[in-house]
């Protein structure tokens, strides 16, 4: 576990109800990792409760805070890309890329200041005193060190053993080069919901020359590229994610 000295700024409003909103964050959060196949071809519908043969139960959003300048963190991607590869069980892992490592060695060219922006709301949330990799925090209630891969399993399966009280129906497609636009449903769903909608890439290789991990080639999964979070004020209704620029999305999902 890595700690990073980072004052902890004052947060602008959306996340002040981080308890309540992220306690919804397994019936409406990543609604599926749908693959985006091309700008005219759309993605089929789902719904994120209910995968393809099995009895309706909880899900689980996995979200690892991350970097490739941490040498305690390679370990945590391997957690999280373990979970995501499982397909049994409605496990839904992400991978946020912090910044604050960038000048300490090695540039992360997967993360953004939006990135820790999100962790810090979950630091206040949690009344933490600061950042630190890797962490690791399922269905928005739950923190601990994301190399402890036991912490994390127990973690999932108890999210998954809360049934999902919303249902939601997606379907993504692309609208433009960098664009990706999500129709949804959702039936059942409180008053204050938010939909959040990740773009993701699927796995990623890089061979860091440089800082704590120069030498290694690093694997990821899931990698965040892309994050939209909106209030959910309809049953129905469309949400949008602008890509990266010059980012090639072959491996893009959602």
Not at 134 to 148: K, N
Request: net charge negative; glycine share 8%; with cysteine.
């Amino acid at each position: 576990e890595r700690v990073a000295s980072l004052r902890r700024p004052k947060l602008d409003g959306l996340f002040e109800r981080t308890q309540d909103v992220n306690a919804r964050i397994a019936a409406l959060a990543c609604a599926s990792l749908f693959a985006c196949r091309s700008a005219s071809t759309p993605v089929p519908e789902a719904r994120a409760d209910e995968p393809p043969g099995a009895a309706a139960s909880g899900v689980a959003v996995v979200e690892l805070f991350t970097s490739e300048g941490c040498s305690s963190c390679p370990a945590a991607d391997e957690v999280l890309g373990d979970l995501a590869r499982r397909s049994d069980r409605p496990v839904y892992a992400l991978g946020f890329h912090v910044d604050y490592w960038d000048n300490l060695g090695w540039p992360d060219r997967a993360a953004s200041p939006s990135n820790t922006a999100r962790q810090r709301a979950y630091a206040h949330a949690f009344g933490s005193g600061g950042l630190y990799t890797p962490q690791m925090i399922v269905d928005g209630t739950e923190q601990f060190t994301g190399s402890d891969r036991a912490r994390a399993e127990t973690a999932v399966a108890r999210a998954l053993a809360r049934p999902a009280s919303v249902r939601l129906s997606v379907h993504p497609q692309w609208t433009g080069s960098q664009a990706v636009t999500v129709d949804y449903e959702t039936q059942g769903a409180p008053a204050g919901s938010v939909l959040s909608l990740a773009v993701v890439e699927r796995e990623v290789s890089t061979s860091v020359r440089a800082g704590e991990n120069a030498g290694k080639t690093l694997r990821h999964a899931n990698v965040v590229r892309a994050f939209v979070t909106a209030p959910l004020s309809s049953a129905a209704g469309s949400i949008v994610a602008e890509l990266p620029a010059r980012w090639p999305h072959d491996g893009a999902e959602v």
